[in-house]
């Protein structure tokens, strides 16, 4: 699991993954959240918009990333 940084206390679930690099596209990220690809902290999460804080864990097809405060 790789630890990313973020500005601030929060961020988009979507924006995260581009951040993180767990997809290449946002509208690769599009599509493999609403296909529920995509959980946070272990649960299916559907919603692009999620907001995500420091120790919140992603995992996108086997791959997984930390939040963490910059």
Known sequence: ???V?????MIRLGQ???LADLIDTGGEGKVLIASGDVSVN???DTRR????????VVEVLGNQARVVAD
């Open 49 to 56: 918009g999620r907001q995500l804080h420091p120790g919140d």
């Open 1 to 3: 699991m790789r630890d």
């Open 42 to 44: 272990g649960e299916v």
């Open 5 to 9: 940084p973020i500005d601030g206390d």
């Open 16 to 18: 995260f993954l581009k």
